[in-house]
């Protein structure tokens, strides 16, 4: 129940989001992030390199998440392909099994195992994605709303 007298306040940013010059695409698949990096890099010709694991906390533990991009164009952006989803092995002192947890990067985009972050200027979308992107597994391009992943901002380099 609210209270009489309960004032509330918004904060706006009169700056534009640093996501607002990038597009992003969930990826589903069962297969690596490497194995992703490989193909890109083949039918797309970009370069996609290893880069330093974004590192964040969730429910208090430390998770990182692999993080491929390519060299910066000559707008100073770079093409992302980013793993959203880790499980971990929980161990059990009292138990021979462990369980597992499931930690998201982007907890707006539970549905994506990664997400794929293009500068706008690239002209490219889920649809061309999914025909342009022949491979012989199973890999299905969704489009991500950006503005819902402007909280996991903090934790993510652009």
Request: aromatic content about 14%.
């Amino acid at each position: 129940m609210a209270k009489k007298n309960e004032i509330r306040h918004f904060l706006k940013s009169d700056t534009a989001s640093p996501l607002s010059g990038y597009i992003m695409t969930g990826i589903q698949t069962g297969q690596p992030v490497y194995k992703l990096a490989f193909d890109f890099n083949r039918l797309f010709h970009w370069n996609l390199q290893l880069q330093p694991d974004i590192e964040v906390i969730r429910n208090n533990q430390q998770i990182y998440f692999e993080n491929y991009a390519t060299p910066e164009n000559p707008a100073g952006n770079k093409i992302r392909l980013i793993n959203n989803k880790i499980r971990m092995a929980l161990p059990h002192p009292d138990s021979l099994f462990d369980t597992h947890e499931i930690f998201y990067l982007f907890t707006k985009a539970k549905f994506a195992d990664y997400i794929l972050m293009l500068p706008v200027e690239d002209n490219l979308n889920v649809d061309e994605f999914q025909r342009i992107f022949n491979v012989a597994y199973p890999v299905k391009f969704v489009n991500v709303n950006i503005e819902d992943c402007i909280l996991d901002l903090p934790v993510f380099p652009l």
